[in-house]
């Protein structure tokens, strides 16, 4: 439940609608897979990282080059859309895993409950009903009746089948999902885990997108929330901030922006520990043995730990302005393609 899935899912739903469904179709799908097909394995191997997991079937040194490298370019491209810069650095440096554990649940709760309210308040502004909250959107769109239907993202099956697959496998091969199966006592606390984690974030998903219909009919029709070009202010992904004045005044959007803010700081701080875990445990052991034959200094591989994981961070930084103005959730998409194309089918046949 990242600030990605709350912001671009409903922007994207704001500017094309049902094609958009995908995202959260996606995104859902991958947990069930987590939880009958990776969970249990994952915790019994009892590695620390997708690295570990992959060595343990397969050839180390490469293994481990490969691992790492693919870890690290899925956390670059999810910073993208998420970067807060040092100041997540700073927190999971002192805080580690048990502050970035409590993070994450207050911002889950929080997050929750902010969005059901919206949810909420857009519902019974049709009288709860779902009929009526599709058919004012085809009066007020610009795209009309075509938002009801494929074709506005999605332009052909083909596009609609690997972008899903993407998707998919792409969530069961995120490293800092996967970290998170190493956490929890057992295999059965595992199972637990994604289970309950699966039943909320669909919950969440279907949230989002009765914000980004609500959106299109209480944001793109009143022009405070547009620039003078008839744009939204602060961006396309401002969709369900601006959702937030609507349905709940100032008071309600400071929430909802301080939410979103808790929803970056916490999903950063997972992919910081998956990044700083590939770079100090994965391509320590990798420049250890590669570079050093085994005889590296403490001293070394800690000014390479040091100095990688601050590249990764300017990288991130750097992309993250470039991509400034693109939709949030399809950047989030290139970290899950490179996750399904290259995590996914060796985590996959390592627990085999």
Request: glycine share 8%; net charge positive; proline share 3%.
């Amino acid at each position: 439940m990242s600030a990605a899935s709350f912001l671009g899912i409903s922007a994207a739903v704001y500017a094309n609608s049902y094609d958009d469904l995908i995202y959260s179709i996606g995104f859902r799908v991958g947990w069930p897979i987590i939880t009958f097909l990776m969970a249990e394995c994952l915790r019994n191997l009892g590695r620390f990282t997708f690295a570990d997991v992959a060595a343990y079937r397969f050839k180390q040194t490469p293994i481990r080059a490969f691992a790492a490298s693919g870890t690290l370019v899925v956390v670059a491209f999810y910073l993208i859309a998420q970067i807060v810069g040092a100041l997540m650095m700073v927190y999971v440096l002192f805080g580690g895993m048990t502050a970035t554990t409590w993070v994450q649940i207050i911002e889950a709760c929080l997050l929750l409950a902010g969005a059901s309210f919206m949810a909420f308040i857009v519902m019974w502004q049709f009288n709860f009903s779902p009929e009526a909250l599709f058919a004012k959107p085809v009066e007020v769109h610009d795209k009309k009746s075509s938002i009801m239907g494929p074709g506005n993202f999605i332009k052909d099956p083909i596009l609609a089948i690997s972008f899903g697959i993407a998707l998919m496998f792409g969530t069961a091969g995120l490293p800092h999902i996967l970290m998170r199966l190493f956490t929890v006592p057992n295999a059965k606390e595992a199972r637990k885990s994604v289970f309950w984690a699966t039943t909320w974030i669909g919950y969440f998903y279907i949230l989002t997108f009765i914000i980004g219909f609500g959106a299109i009919v209480l944001v793109s029709t009143n022009s405070v929330f547009k620039d003078a070009g008839g744009k939204l202010l602060g961006g396309a992904n401002m969709a369900a901030v601006h959702l937030a004045s609507a349905v709940g005044g100032n008071v309600f959007l400071g929430f909802i922006s301080a939410v979103t803010f808790a929803t970056i700081l916490a999903v950063v701080a997972g992919l910081t520990l998956a990044g700083v875990s590939a770079v100090s445990h994965d391509l320590h052991d990798f420049y250890a043995t590669v570079f050093k034959q085994g005889k590296a200094s403490s001293k070394s591989e800690l000014k390479v730990s040091r100095i990688t994981t601050i590249v990764l961070g300017i990288v991130a930084v750097v992309l993250g302005i470039v991509f400034e103005k693109q939709n949030i959730a399809f950047m989030v998409s290139l970290a899950f393609a490179v996750a399904a194309s290259a995590n996914f089918p060796v985590l996959f046949m390592s627990v085999l």
